[in-house]
């Protein structure tokens, strides 16, 4: 079955940085477009960015020139580097893709505080 494995979460400063993994098993990974979410507290899930099988990207306003997303389709592993922490960054942040539902991950936590 399919599964997503989060790691790399965990608290830094602000103006820090943290990459986020996302290891894969179960799926075709170099042919699905992959996901990262996040959640904070009393917050509605949103997408952070996207990128498409031919490594197209997308991301949200909130990250952009700060978050690279990435895949490595030898090891069936996406990449979320963060950079420029800031404190509302602070959420639980997924791995996500979709055919003909979508597939999430257990989430990492990432604490932006000082």
């Known amino acids: 079955q399919v599964q997503l494995v989060e790691s790399g979460g965990g608290l830094v400063q602000p103006g820090g940085s943290l990459r986020l993994s996302c290891a894969t098993s179960?799926?075709?990974?170099?042919?699905?477009?992959m996901s990262w979410y996040r959640q904070a507290p009393g917050k509605e899930r949103e997408l952070v960015a996207s990128?498409?099988?031919?490594?197209?990207?997308n991301y949200a306003d909130s990250v952009k020139g700060r978050f690279t997303i990435s895949r490595d389709n030898a090891e069936n592993t996406l990449y979320l580097q963060m950079s420029s922490l800031k404190p509302e960054d602070t959420a639980v942040y997924y791995c996500s893709t979709y055919f003909g539902r979508a597939y999430w991950g257990q989430g990492t936590q990432v604490i932006v505080s000082s």
């Open positions: 179960g799926l075709i990974f170099s042919s699905r477009t």
């Open positions: 990128i498409s099988s031919g490594s197209s990207t």
